[in-house]
């Protein structure tokens, strides 16, 4: 499993510093993983060296999806993330955003979906450059989930 702690992330994003390697973080909820997600990941590989993923806990997504959701437990969303090669590591985080961890990785690119616009990136002012991804149209978990309900 790529899981790992906030304090052991901020050590070894200080050594892959040391060693020249390029950070990129995202974040998201990443309940059912479709094509929208792996183009976001696949993206951040190709801007640096490792991809951090901070994945939204359990609770944090019932306050900002509703009572419903998460339709995958943290378990499994975690377990899902770490098959994905484009994935190095996993921080869960609690909050409604990621500013914290944003915050101490300070990443050499933080990358959001299109739904963003730069300006309003959590955590911008800690990264040096904002990438926003495109997003593929009708590609989202909600849109899957409403899709499953209307059949």
Do not use: W
């Not at 500013?99 to 933080?110: E, G, H, R, S």
């Not at 739904?115 to 009708?138: C, H, M, N, P, T």
Request: glycine fraction near 6%; charged fraction near 30%; proline fraction near 2%.
């Amino acid at each position: 499993m790529k899981l790992i702690t906030l304090n052991t992330a901020k050590k070894k994003v200080e050594a892959l510093r040391k060693s020249g390697k390029k950070i990129v973080f995202t974040n998201g909820c990443f309940d059912i993983i479709h094509s929208g997600h792996i183009k976001v990941l696949r993206k951040c590989r190709e801007l640096g060296d490792v991809v951090i993923v901070g994945l939204n806990s359990d609770s944090s997504i019932r306050q900002l999806k509703g009572e419903k959701r998460p339709v995958n437990s943290l378990r499994d969303r975690v377990e899902v993330l770490s098959a994905i090669s484009y994935v190095d590591y996993i921080i869960v985080f609690n909050e409604l955003t990621p500013y914290n961890v944003v915050k101490v990785i300070k990443p050499d690119f933080l990358v959001k979906g299109g739904d963003y616009k730069a300006a309003d990136v959590v955590g911008r002012e800690f990264a040096k450059k904002v990438v926003i991804i495109s997003l593929l149209k009708d590609r989202s978990t909600t849109n899957i989930i409403e899709k499953i309900l209307n059949k």
